[in-house]
């Protein structure tokens, strides 16, 4: 990497169906998994788990191979 190196990558997009699943199962707190609790926060909505959104971004930069082969490990992990 160099400073002002920029790189295009796809949206991260995280299904609902797959976010309440993966977040009853790792992260069980209302904020993922609750509605109508989601609602009466600042979010006012369910937000997924920040482990999920990472690696939901961090497989996009999978895709375009941003880190070449200088990235050892993390590279077939998927979400």
Excluded: C, R
């Amino acid at each position: 990497m160099k400073l002002g190196m920029t790189v295009n990558v796809a949206p991260a997009v995280i299904d609902k169906d797959k976010m309440l699943e993966f977040a009853k199962e790792y992260d069980d707190v209302p904020l993922h998994t609750d509605e109508e609790y989601a609602k009466t926060t600042p979010f006012g909505k369910l937000i997924a788990p920040g482990v999920m959104s990472f690696m939901a971004v961090w497989a996009k930069y999978l895709e375009v191979d941003f880190f070449g082969d200088e990235l050892l490990a993390g590279k077939s992990t998927k979400i």
